[in-house]
């Protein structure tokens, strides 16, 4: 059984169909299945305009749950989105940023997804769509732990909202095995505002390095005012992670290489400011 609603009502009303999956872009969800087609019902929302698009909103900005990676790069955004482009550029081919969606990679909930550190330093909220009504969740509530979110049956995120930017840049650096078309192994997002050459307020954020991606408040506060980053990660600021052995990488790895990668993307952002 396969549904393909237009609006967000059949979308909510399809959901409450016992068994379903929603997918958006399903560029996680087909290849999951390998050669065997799901033996489930489908619901595809990839077609329900309510939840597309990018969009100026009274108080920032609303990602769609409908909107692509591409729909990212190409938004006219200001500087504070600019590490959650660069981000986008990241996320497989380009054929899988014109497929693959904001919100599917959220759901997904996987603890190297390269949109959530951006998101997080972006203080999104996610906008939930259900039986019951709609919601509001800050991401770092929605996301809560390995492939496990706050979704609750029959509910679809419908979009994310961004508060306003104001002058702050921001930025992601990523390491992989190779550059392009990779898992992560570490990654960083930071954003920050810069006044009188110091920084006035900061947000960092490291993804694949734990079950869910974290933000360093410790780090954060010990930067404010700071005119020089170079040398400014100290291990106390890292006792938020916790990261794990796999193939690509051990703990042990990840917590040495997540330092370089934070002082760069800081040093990068400071640049721009």
């Not at 081919?93 to 390269?114: E, H, Y």
């Not at 919601?135 to 979009?159: H, N, Q, S, Y």
């Amino acid at each position: 059984m396969y549904f393909q609603p237009t609006t967000l009502s059949q979308a909510v009303r399809d959901a409450q169909v016992e068994g379903v999956r929603i997918l958006a872009g399903g560029t996680d969800f087909y290849p999951s299945h390998g050669d065997v087609l799901p033996d489930f019902p489908i619901l595809d929302i990839s077609r329900v305009d309510e939840i597309s698009g990018i969009n100026r909103t009274d108080t920032g900005w609303r990602i769609g749950g409908g909107a692509t990676w591409t729909d990212v790069i190409r938004a006219d955004l200001p500087r504070g989105f600019d590490g959650l482009k660069a981000a986008a550029r990241e996320v497989g081919s380009v054929q899988i940023q014109n497929m693959g969606t904001v919100a599917g990679n959220l759901c997904n909930a996987s603890p190297a997804a390269d949109g959530v550190p951006p998101l997080l330093t972006l203080n999104a909220e996610v906008e939930l769509v259900g039986p019951d009504g709609a919601r509001r969740l800050p991401l770092e509530k929605f996301l809560l732990g390995v492939r496990k979110t706050a979704l609750t049956p029959g509910e679809i995120l419908a979009g994310l909202h961004v508060p306003d930017t104001g002058q702050a840049v921001s930025g992601f650096s990523k390491l992989g095995s190779r550059k392009y078309l990779v898992i992560s192994i570490a990654m960083v997002a930071v954003y920050l505002i810069v006044e009188d050459g110091a920084i006035s307020d900061l947000r960092v954020a490291v993804g694949a390095c734990s079950p869910v991606a974290q933000r360093l408040p410790m780090l954060e506060a010990d930067l404010r005012g700071a005119r020089d980053v170079r040398g400014c990660v100290m291990p106390m600021h890292l006792s938020d992670l916790s990261p794990i052995d796999d193939v690509r990488g051990s703990g042990e790895y990840r917590l040495d290489v997540v330092v370089p990668l934070i002082e760069r993307a800081l040093i990068a952002a400071m640049e721009q400011a």
